[in-house]
């Protein structure tokens, strides 16, 4: 059956549905749904119990901890809002435990709603399972014809990347959190060998987990990439100057020796299960192999290399 009022507890799901052409079938989406910019104006169902943005990494691990120890939320659901929704689909997630928190006001939200909607979660992780996210949503919402245009484009830019024949690939290492240091996990491996990289440490489809400086000085990678999940290139430079600019052993890797270290815009290109993933592997192609792909056109202010 066709859905046509939609609650997208999930950003990427929100970016999506607008690429399908279907955001007058969204009516309700989280205070994190901020791209396209008419996300912002739609009513938001759920909202953090706490401000991150003002907040460094390690400030923001801290209140996370403190808060789960404690047992209490750390997203509060908008209970007008949801009732207003009267949705008949949610689209939630299984990906991210911090995200999770989600899914419990997701359980509230059914309890508050006498019509219950049917509930689709994402959990890709890797690049095939976001692609099947896009048609299983484009299906639920009856705009499948968009939905395979745009896994079609998606395919021909990846394929066009991964067919450039690459001799030498950097062993590589992509870091989701600066203070303590996490590995980028999911689909994010996969995107390091799709653009010519070697990854290091994790695998496709692997949770991200905490690691300690000793498990990068034993690989010392190539090429350092920092990508905290959520944050824009600005915000991440901030947390380097913050926590790794001085640090001695940071210091002595060869990636900052030899002035490979870059931060990128995680927020936008690798952070979440959304089609804009595959810019994010067309960035990390420009960065590893930049000769290759001179004329390769990506977003302003994507990457910069510190």
Partial sequence: MQKKRVISFLPSATELIYELGAQEKLFGVTHE?????DARNKPKVIESVFEPENMSSLEIDKKIC??????????????????????????SQEICEVCSAYTNQVKNAIDILDEKPEIYSMSPHDINGILKCVTDIAEKINEEKRGREIVNSLNSRIDKIKDVKISKRPKVLAIEWINPFFTSGHWVPEMIEMSGGEN?????????????????????????????????VQRTVSEYEKYLKNDLRWNELRAVKERKVFAVDANSFFSKPSIRVVTGIEILAKILHPEMFEKLEVPNNSFLKI
């Fill in 66 to 91: 403190d808060l789960s120890e404690k047992g209490e939320d750390i997203y509060k659901l908008v209970t007008q809002n949801v009732s207003d929704a009267k949705p008949d689909l949610i689209i």
């Fill in 33 to 37: 749904c901020n791209y396209p910019s």
């Fill in 200 to 232: 290091m440490i994790t695998k496709k489809g692997e949770h991200s987990r905490k690691m300690g400086i000793e498990e990068i000085e034993n690989e010392n990678p190539d090429v350092l990439i920092l990508m905290p999940c959520g944050f824009d």
